[in-house]
């Protein structure tokens, strides 16, 4: 193994003839394929899909909320609304967004690996993820849900008669997917590595998403089994969660929270990874603490699991108890403020240029630090007892997953574009996107914070007219904020027939994924590569740039 | 550093050596393969330690709780039934490994064989739950569907009424049990046919080794449940 291939032509006018994309031909091909690029593809555009749906159910939110009467929706199509927007945004956009797109394209690539090493799971996931999207829209069609996307008992167990049951099904269902998804990722990263590639020389979107998946295989079937038992009490009338027949329904907030807090880092931590790979790459500097951080991504997953009581603190928890997880939740903010700080840490001196994934990347980390903030506010006793269930609540989360998360997917399905595609989006525009995004954010989200300190109770279709002003400020910020969603989908799909050819590696980045042509092939790579470098070694490529020809050795 | 650049699709298949036709040729070796899939193995049981601790959680919290409701609720159980059933699942449980042994050594007739016993006393298991669930039904100790609690009188009203946790528990368990029973009979016929066509007596024996562990699982899953639901206060006296 020792022949070393110079990096291919960049000034190549046409796409590589073959490629993971018209490998094979034909609709068929696509349902049945085992590739995982091809499998990140089909995810890309279903989760898009349910993106937009999820949107339009905010859109109708916000419009009702323009006015302080409740005119436009009944209390209970608003409650519907929220919650189907909710579940949708959670369950089929959030969680499985980038890793069942970008870290189903990317990990096996960037460990050298041809696959995933399950390829035929990776496809059930995929349908699995399709199965629980098809139930949520069953279950809108025949009348909705109204329980919030926490399926709190007593509620969903006795007291509203819409189709909790389908919905359950459908989360049940999707957790199977994510579940699968992570178990796929974990085994891929310990056994597929390539020669070389150990553990510490993994891009750091390797780390976080494997602390993701730790995240996805032991949280998702608590959720999974608290739902079967809402969905027991439902049908048969077993009495796990009621009262009536010595249940407790607190025990159902238990298991539930204990998935769903850790799902925020679920969700937060893979768009961890991707904001360190476009810092590392538009900086030109191998990350700050690269250890540190690889390794606050594995403590995040394993203090997520200690604070799912602060969800719990109005509702009968121990004093005690209540400060033990107050505490706690104190602690997990210490991973992500070390993240933080290193990304800090690597764009000082670094020589950095603002294209649009650094865009991106930027809003993430001004976002996410003000909504991390305000969950610490939120976590500690007295604050959470006033704020709690008021808007401010809504404009944290927005802001950790919204701000955060979803600035993140941005960031990566730009910044990975022109691989998975092999054509670069037009330049401009894309920059008007993200600014575009990043102020119809604050418009939206920011006055959120004020209504719920002013407040504003959340969940209610009507609310006092003192209230108005900055609703409608809010309303206007998610027209903004909608029309910077809407443009990267039609620049992005406009580029795959009109881009520019964008060449094996137009950031001059380092990473494994750079060294293959654009698009890949099926199988990645042709002979399994040796990996002798560390992770983000600019100074290795400048060098390989220098050496034109292929040297022997 | 090495990075090769895509040659032609058809010679990539052209390995040097033969291999078996499942070997999946994104894995670099065979070995490679076999340990893949058990660590995928491991990993999924462990979402399953998961997924029926929450139901151990809830079983342990009321338990606390309702001992009264829980201990009496316990003596409706049949032990001999439910010690029958531990022994035919142990039994299973030996023919599987025989199983994994049977592959393992490339005996054809032998792996399917033991593969038929172990589903023979899978079926004969879920034979004797069922006439324990029909029993409860006949003695109306099914919440929701069919519950009285005539049979709890000397606990006072309040605490009778806490045996319906005891039995949601109890059917939500075994009911959780028995289905995953029900998916490991499914897949053992279909391992049959396979076997029977002498599919993982060539050196391929993942499978089998995988739904061993699977097989396995599911055992042990009941020699938790056996003493927790059925004897409960068994030495308290
Ligand atoms: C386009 C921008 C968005 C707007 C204008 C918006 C607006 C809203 C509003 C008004 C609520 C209802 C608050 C309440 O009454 O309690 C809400 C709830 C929620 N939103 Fe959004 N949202 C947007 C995007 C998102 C995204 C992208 C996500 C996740 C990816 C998300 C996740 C949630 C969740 C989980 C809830 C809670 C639902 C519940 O209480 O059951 N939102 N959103
Ligand atoms: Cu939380």
């Known amino acids: ?553 | 550093m090495v990075v090769t650049q895509p040659g032609d699709l058809h010679e990539e298949h052209e390995h040097e050596h033969v291999h078996l036709p499942q070997h999946r040729h994104h894995f670099e070796t065979e070995e490679q393969q076999r340990e893949a899939a058990s660590f995928g193995m491991w990993l999924f049981l462990l979402t399953e330690i998961m997924f029926f601790g929450g139901l151990f959680m809830a079983y342990l919290l009321y338990r606390n709780w309702y001992n009264p409701a829980f201990v009496a609720a316990s003596h409706t159980l049949s032990i001999k039934l439910g010690a029958l059933n531990t022994a035919i699942l142990i039994t299973s449980g030996f023919c599987m490994a025989m199983a994994v042994w049977a592959a393992e050594t490339r005996k054809r007739k032998a792996l399917v064989n033991f593969l038929g016993l172990t589903n023979f006393f899978g079926i004969a298991f879920l034979v004797v739950k069922y006439f324990e669930y029909a029993e409860k039904w006949h003695d109306s100790h099914i919440p929701g569907l069919k519950f009285s609690i005539a049979d709890f009188g000397k606990l006072g009203v309040d605490m009778a009424q806490k045996t319906q946790v005891y039995y949601s528990l109890y059917f939500a368990m075994t009911g959780m049990h028995a289905l995953h029973m029900i998916i490991g009979i499914v897949l053992i016929f279909w391992y049959m046919v396979r076997a029977n066509r002498g599919e993982f007596t060539e050196g391929y024996v993942a499978p089998i080794e995988n739904f061993g562990l699977y097989w396995h699982f599911v055992d042990i899953v009941w020699i938790f449940l056996f003493p927790l639901l059925y004897l409960i206060d068994l030495g308290a006296k």
């Open chain 1, 1 to 553: 193994m020792s022949t070393i291939v110079s990096l291919p032509d960049q000034s190549t006018a046409a796409l590589p003839k073959r490629n993971y994309l018209n490998a094979e031909h034909g609709l068929l091909s696509w349902l049945l394929t085992g590739d995982h690029k091809r499998i990140a593809m089909l995810y890309l555009i279903s989760i898009t899909g349910f993106f937009f749906l999820g949107g339009a159910f905010a859109g109708l939110v916000r419009l009702e909320l323009l006015t302080p009467a409740g005119d436009l929706l009944a209390a209970d199509t608003y409650n519907k609304m929220f919650t189907m927007h909710g579940i949708v945004m959670i369950f089929l956009f959030l969680v499985p967004s980038v890793p069942a797109t970008l870290g189903n394209f990317l990990i096996p690539i960037m460990i050298g690996a041809k696959d995933l090493a399950f390829p035929k799971i990776n496809l059930l996931s995929w349908y699995l993820y399709l199965v629980g999207g098809t139930f949520t829209l069953t279950a809108l069609v025949l009348g909705g849900v109204d329980t919030g996307w926490t399926f709190t008992t007593p509620l969903s167990t006795h007291y509203l008669n819409t189709h909790v049951i389908t919905t359950g099904l459908a989360i049940f269902v999707a957790g199977f997917s994510s579940i699968f998804t992570g178990l796929n990722f974990i085994v891929t990263i310990h056994r597929m590595r390539a020669p070389g590639m150990t553990w510490f020389r993994m891009p750091l979107f390797v780390w976080s998403n494997y602390a993701a998946s730790i995240l996805m295989v032991l949280g998702t079937p608590v959720l999974a089994i608290a739902i079967v038992l809402v969905v027991l009490e439902r049908t048969v009338g077993l009495g796990v969660f009621d009262p009536s027949k010595g249940g407790d329904p607190l025990l159902f907030q238990h298991l539930f929270w204990f998935y769903s807090h850790p799902a925020v880092y679920i969700m937060i931590l893979p768009g961890m990874g991707v904001i360190s790979e476009v810092i590392a790459n538009f900086s030109r500097k191998r990350v700050f603490g690269y250890t540190a951080v690889a390794f606050s991504s594995v403590a995040i997953a394993v203090f997520g699991f200690f604070v799912w009581a602060h969800h719990m603190f109005i509702m009968g928890v121990s004093n005690y108890s209540a400060l033990v997880f107050s505490l706690l939740t104190m602690l997990v903010a210490v991973p992500s403020a070390i993240k933080i700080f290193n990304w800090s840490a690597t764009l000082y001196k670094g020589s950095i240029t603002f294209e649009t994934p650094m865009l991106y990347a930027f809003g993430f980390i001004g976002l996410f630090t003000i909504g991390g903030l305000t969950g610490v506010f939120l976590g500690s006793l007295g604050m959470d007892i006033h704020l709690t269930e008021t808007y401010f609540i809504v404009a944290h989360f927005h802001f950790v997953m919204v701000g955060g998360m979803l600035m993140a997917f941005l960031a990566g399905i730009h910044f990975w574009w022109p691989k998975m595609t092999g054509r670069m989006y037009p330049e401009s525009l894309s920059k008007l996107a993200a600014v575009t995004t990043f102020i119809g954010f604050i418009l939206t989200f920011f006055p959120q914070f004020i209504l719920g300190y002013l407040g504003m109770p959340r969940r209610y279709h009507a609310y006092p007219a003192d209230y108005q002003v900055l609703n409608v400020l809010s309303t206007a910020g998610a027209t903004v904020l909608g029309v910077g969603y809407l443009l990267p989908i039609l620049y992005l799909a406009w580029s795959l027939k009109y881009g520019e050819i964008a060449g094996s590696n137009p950031w001059q980045a380092t990473g494994l994924e750079w060294q293959l042509q654009s698009p890949p092939v099926t199988e990645n790579f042709t002979e399994i590569p040796y990996v002798d470098y560390e992770a983000y070694d600019f100074e290795w490529l400048a060098h390989k740039q220098k050496q034109e020809v292929t040297t022997v050795g």
